[in-house]
């Protein structure tokens, strides 16, 4: 390493956090499901946003902005987390049961 590159000592690491999400983003796109409402857990575009806010629309509040926010802007739990106000297990949470009742709405 360049003994003037700053914070050199995570570059490795950094690299290998690419190489794992390039073999992820790899990975989702072979596994793609096609159904009327999409498993929005495997989805690796973010889903059309007129699509996305007619499948949300009934959802509460909370749950529907951690879906719209997680599947429609692909942003981390942690960001969804801090744009609701809330810790990202409670996004993640949220997000979750959004989607369960997406799910059984479907099922119905």
């Known amino acids: 390493m360049r003994p003037t590159l700053e ?10 956090t690419i190489a794992r999400n390039v073999a992820t983003d790899f990975h ?3 596994h793609v499901t096609s159904a009327d409402v999409p498993d ?9 946003y007129e699509e996305l806010r007619r499948l949300t629309a009934e ?8 879906v719209f926010l997680r599947y429609g802007y ?3 739990y942690e ?3 801090n744009a ?4 990202s297990e409670a996004a993640r949470q949220a997000a979750s049961s959004g989607v369960r009742r ?4 479907e099922l119905s």
């Open 79 to 81: 960001d969804i987390g």
């Open 84 to 87: 609701l106000g809330s810790s």
């Open 40 to 48: 929005l857990e495997s989805v690796d575009e973010p889903l059309p």
């Open 28 to 30: 989702r796109r072979e």
């Open 102 to 105: 997406l799910r059984r709405k």
């Open 74 to 76: 692909d942003l981390s």
């Open 59 to 66: 959802l509460p509040q909370k749950e529907r902005a951690a």
């Open 7 to 16: 914070h050199g000592r995570h570059l490795r690491a950094w690299a290998l």
